[in-house]
């Protein structure tokens, strides 16, 4: 893994946009692996003022999300093919039926599931996956468990992750209990892997991750296997390690 301690959030944000706009420009049509939460929020305005500024074209890209709540409807203000949609796609030229996110009205879940798997073979695989990590150390929604499932499923979420989801939503009761998510090997068939972690809240799942075991009680400690792994992490993130 190759780990880049920057100073704040900020530039966080600008060495990711960076990252990702080097794959975009010398691969028109790759496939970008996208996540959501509060932690890509400043890569994504990042790319749309290098985009508003002329220095990027989305026009031959394609998008695969990392997971979507379940049940959630996609005009839901809290889905995440809304906030992708609010953050990116929106706001630069990208062909919308070319962006991909697990659809979180889907009636056969498991149909759709080995479909969405499938999508990702059949789009030749992802270029670079970008990351979060959850205070617990899930990745997707991926979440600490006694196993871990390869490939694209549907997931019931953890009492941590609903608590902290919860911010987003008008109460705890609110935030669905499921959720669709790639699985730790569709995460791991990325050619490149883009981790972004930020914020003392995170310390000790970067800890967790670095330092710890490998386990599947801390889905992320998998990610040091991967052998294209660029973690960017602020000052607080790492304070642990
Ligand atoms: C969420 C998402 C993850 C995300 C993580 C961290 O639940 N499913 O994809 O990486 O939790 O979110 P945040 O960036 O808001 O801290």
């Known amino acids: 893994?190759?780990?880049?301690?920057?100073?704040?959030?900020?530039?966080?944000?600008?060495?990711?946009?960076?990252?990702?706009?080097?794959?975009?420009?010398?691969?028109?049509?790759?496939?970008?692996?996208?996540?959501?939460?509060?932690?890509?929020?400043?890569?994504?305005?990042?790319?749309?003022?290098?985009?508003?500024?002329?220095?990027?074209?989305?026009?031959?890209?394609?998008?695969?999300?990392?997971?979507?709540?379940?049940?959630?409807?996609?005009?839901?203000?809290?889905?995440?093919?809304?906030?992708?949609?609010?953050?990116?796609?929106?706001?630069?030229?990208?062909?919308?039926?070319?962006?991909?996110?697990?659809?979180?009205?889907?009636?056969?879940?498991?149909?759709?599931?080995?479909?969405?798997?499938?999508?990702?073979?059949?789009?030749?695989?992802?270029?670079?996956q970008v990351l979060g990590i959850g205070r617990n150390g899930h990745i997707g929604f991926n979440e600490p468990d006694a196993e871990l499932v390869r490939g694209t499923h549907l997931t019931a979420l953890t009492k941590s992750?609903?608590?902290?989801?919860?911010?987003?939503f008008a109460s705890e009761a609110d935030v669905p209990k499921h959720a669709l998510t790639m699985g730790i090997e569709s995460v791991f068939k990325a050619r490149k892997i883009l981790l972004l972690v930020s914020g003392a809240n995170k310390a000790e799942a970067v800890r967790a991750m670095l330092k710890g075991n490998i386990s599947t009680n801390c889905p992320a400690s998998f990610l040091g296997l991967h052998n294209d792994v660029v973690l960017i992490c602020d000052e607080a993130a790492y304070s642990l390690v």
């Open 1 to 128: 893994m190759k780990i880049t301690v920057v100073k704040n959030y900020d530039e966080m944000s600008r060495e990711a946009a960076k990252y990702v706009a080097e794959t975009l420009t010398s691969k028109p049509d790759c496939v970008l692996g996208l996540a959501t939460g509060d932690t890509p929020i400043g890569m994504y305005a990042e790319l749309v003022k290098m985009y508003n500024e002329g220095k990027l074209d989305f026009s031959k890209a394609r998008s695969v999300n990392l997971d979507e709540y379940y049940p959630i409807t996609p005009d839901n203000d809290q889905s995440y093919r809304y906030f992708m949609n609010y953050h990116l796609f929106d706001k630069v030229n990208i062909n919308k039926a070319n962006t991909y996110v697990p659809d979180g009205t889907a009636k056969d879940v498991e149909a759709h599931c080995k479909a969405y798997e499938a999508n990702i073979d059949a789009l030749g695989g992802v270029d670079v």
């Open 161 to 168: 992750t609903i608590e902290a989801n919860s911010r987003f």
